[in-house]
Nanobody
Framework: QVQLVESGGGLVQPGGSLSLSCAASGSISSINAMGWYRQAPGKQRELVARMYTGGGTNYADSAKGRFTISRDNTKNTVSLQMNTLKPDDTAVYYC?????????????WGQGTQVTVSS
């Protein structure tokens, strides 16, 4: 069984910074990619940033230049540094990982962590 456990998030003023972290644990053979999605009230879940094991990255246009994703492949962790936060960044942020476990590649999700940007 595989689990993703997130930490970080909270309330921050516009222009501020927050950092999110996620650790994958359990029966993991390999991790193809780890990243972050978010879902605001009334909206669909959307990709924020993803990093592949080889180092390639994808960022949402809204995240480029403000957010930075990083991974520690030895610890199966992924972090998201978010700077210059805006009210539009308010959402539940979900850790996501493509993991091979017991010979099967599956998509795993964390439980979500709330990020609120407000004065």
């Amino acid at each position: 069984q595989v689990q993703l456990v997130e930490s970080g998030g909270g309330l921050v003023q516009p222009g501020g910074s927050l950092s999110l972290s996620c650790a994958a644990s359990g029966s993991i053979s390999s991790i193809n990619a780890m990243g972050w999605y978010r879902q605001a009230p009334g909206k669909q879940r959307e990709l924020v940033a993803r990093m592949y094991t080889g180092g390639g990255t994808n960022y949402a246009d809204s995240a480029k230049g403000r957010f930075t994703i990083s991974r520690d492949n030895t610890k199966n962790t992924v972090s998201l540094q978010m700077n210059t936060l805006k009210p539009d960044d308010t959402a539940v942020y979900y850790c996501n990982a493509l993991i091979v476990s017991a010979g099967t590649l599956r998509n795993y999700w964390g439980q979500g962590t709330q990020v609120t940007v407000s004065s």
